[in-house]
């Protein structure tokens, strides 16, 4: 079992695992500033994976133009949408965030910057932080062509950037059905603002949002 996968025990009622009393999160990037910028209208979603999703959904939550962040899995098939399975590694699943957003105040491409700079390393395979596995990949999930057409150019974008000196991991996934994840993983920043976990991965990416972009940055925890 990965790390988070030990400390989401103690919500099933399982044993704890204590964790060391100082530790680091992820690196924080200068992610470029894409030069292929998307042209959306209305309200929009779009599917992100970087790891864990709890980290994932706490940055977009507190992100301006952001209206819901949802945690789910994406990838795999209906009968293996549950955390237990997800957490195998075997599922084909990512643990994913559905983020809905208002492209009038946040841009798509604002988004993957965002995501990229403080949310997640793409030059990671298979894993962020302490979390190890397919289900921890770095994946963008377009839902419509025009994000497709953003993501790829930000992807080779990345990869021709002098930010990061290791080739690009993240993969531009085909769209799926999105899967909710159970009710005690939505908002869970939020509601467990004292898990080891969150004080030690996840706090530090909001804390490097508001740092990084005061501008996207949103005091109040969205809910749903």
């Known amino acids: 079992m990965t790390m988070k996968s030990l400390l989401a025990a103690t919500v099933l009622g ?6 060391p ?3 680091l999160a992820e690196d924080v ?14 309200l929009q979603t779009a599917i992100f994976a970087g790891g864990c999703f ?11 133009g952001v209206t819901s962040a949802v945690s789910g899995y994406h990838g795999g098939n209906s009968g293996t949408a549950t955390y237990r399975q997800v957490t195998s590694g075997t599922t084909q699943h990512a643990e994913a965030v559905q983020v809905t957003y208002d492209p009038s105040v946040i841009r798509y491409d604002q988004l993957l ?24 990949r770095a994946a963008i999930v377009p839902v419509t062509a ?9 992807v080779a974008q990345m990869e021709r950037s002098d930010v990061w000196d290791k080739p690009m991991a993240v993969r531009v996934e085909r769209h799926r059905r999105f899967f909710e994840a159970e009710d005690y993983h939505q908002d869970y920043m939020l509601n467990n603002p004292n898990s080891g976990y969150i ?9 490097a ?4 972009f005061p501008q996207f940055y949103r005091a109040r925890f969205r809910t749903g």
Not at 14 to 19: E, H, M, V
Not at 146 to 154: D, F, K, L, S
């Open 21 to 23: 009393s100082a530790a």
């Open 113 to 136: 910057r965002i995501l990229f700079s403080v949310g997640a390393d793409p030059t990671l395979h298979n894993r962020q932080g302490p979390d190890r596995g397919p289900q921890y």
């Open 54 to 64: 709890w980290g994932i959904e706490g940055i977009f939550s507190h992100t301006r």
């Open 146 to 154: 025009e994000q497709r057409a953003v993501a790829q150019a930000y």
């Open 209 to 212: 949002l508001q740092a990084k």
């Open 29 to 42: 990037f200068d992610a470029p500033v894409a030069a292929r910028q998307a042209n959306e209208t209305g």
């Open 199 to 207: 004080r030690r991965w996840d706090a530090p990416k909001v804390e």
């Open 14 to 19: 399982f044993s704890a695992l204590a964790l």
